[in-house]
């Protein structure tokens, strides 16, 4: 298979496109100094030819930048914008499959039920890009969106996080990265990617009071989302390794 891969250089990235040529698949990656990802001309012309796309592009602020809207624009926009301009694109190109990357963090407190994909979802803040991101891929009819939990281990770089006594969904970019390529297989639709874990078996501590700003714009890492990833495994056999 012919894969197109958006965000090469990013964690998830650096992780998809070895597993891919492992696979067999021929890789083809995004030029930016030739083709913007806002682009939909740009974009049609790259994907001319390429049976699949996986849009794993993030721009994540990190430390107390989080704290800033200004921090989450870019990325805001690469859910929004980008998202949109690359479901027209693959559409136009004739693509019969495109991955894109979201997050799982959307579904509202369950407590201790199992979340699946049909689970109530509560987006508030930066997080609502994602809900968008999944509104775009879905107009494809081939369209997957990944709601991924919260990347650990290798590479990744996650936020601060809220203790509670909960649940959270935790992944390795490396799984993440093979559910991307598991999902090319896969009916269109949403799935969920992780494994759900105790929060106070994580050692994640609570942010101190007084960084009340930063500690509300994660209000969502309080939430109990005990999140399965049943539906993926089904359709493609996908299994967490790390």
């Known amino acids: 298979m012919k894969v197109f891969v958006i965000g090469a250089t990013g964690v998830l990235g650096r992780e998809a496109v070895p597993q891919l040529r492992a696979a067999g698949h021929e890789v083809g990656v995004l030029d930016r100094h030739t083709t913007s990802v806002f682009d939909v001309d740009q974009l049609t012309a790259a994907f001319t030819g390429y049976d699949a796309v996986l849009n794993l592009a993030t721009r994540i602020p990190l430390s107390?930048?989080?704290?800033?809207?200004?921090?989450?624009?870019?990325?805001?926009?690469?859910?929004?914008?980008?998202?949109?301009?690359?479901?027209?694109?693959?559409?136009?190109?004739?693509?019969?499959?495109?991955?894109?990357?979201g997050i799982s963090f959307v579904y509202a407190d369950g407590g201790d039920r199992e979340l699946d994909e049909s689970a109530p979802i509560k987006p508030v803040g930066h997080i609502a890009s994602s809900v968008m991101a999944q509104h775009?891929?879905?107009?494809?009819?081939?369209?997957?969106?990944?709601?991924?939990?919260?990347?650990?281990?290798?590479?990744?770089?996650?936020?601060?996080?809220?203790?509670?006594?909960?649940?959270?969904?935790?992944?390795?970019?490396?799984?993440?990265?093979?559910?991307?390529?598991?999902?090319?297989?896969?009916?269109?639709?949403?799935?969920?990617?992780?494994?759900?874990?105790?929060?106070?078996?994580?050692?994640?501590?609570?942010?101190?009071?007084?960084m009340g700003k930063l500690a509300a714009s994660f209000e969502v890492f309080g939430r109990s989302q005990r999140v399965v990833s049943t539906k993926l495994t089904e359709a493609t056999g996908w299994k967490p390794r790390h």
Do not use: C
């Open 64 to 101: 107390a930048k989080a704290a800033l809207a200004s921090a989450w624009a870019e990325n805001n926009r690469l859910r929004t914008e980008g998202s949109a301009a690359v479901a027209e694109a693959a559409i136009r190109a004739g693509v019969g499959r495109v991955v894109q990357e």
């Open 136 to 210: 775009n891929v879905l107009r494809h009819p081939g369209g997957v969106f990944l709601r991924i939990g919260m990347l650990v281990g290798g590479e990744a770089q996650s936020p601060p996080v809220l203790v509670g006594d909960g649940w959270m969904s935790v992944v390795h970019p490396a799984d993440a990265a093979a559910a991307a390529i598991a999902a090319l297989d896969a009916p269109a639709g949403v799935y969920n990617v992780g494994t759900p874990v105790l929060k106070r078996d994580m050692g994640i501590t609570r942010l101190p009071k007084f």
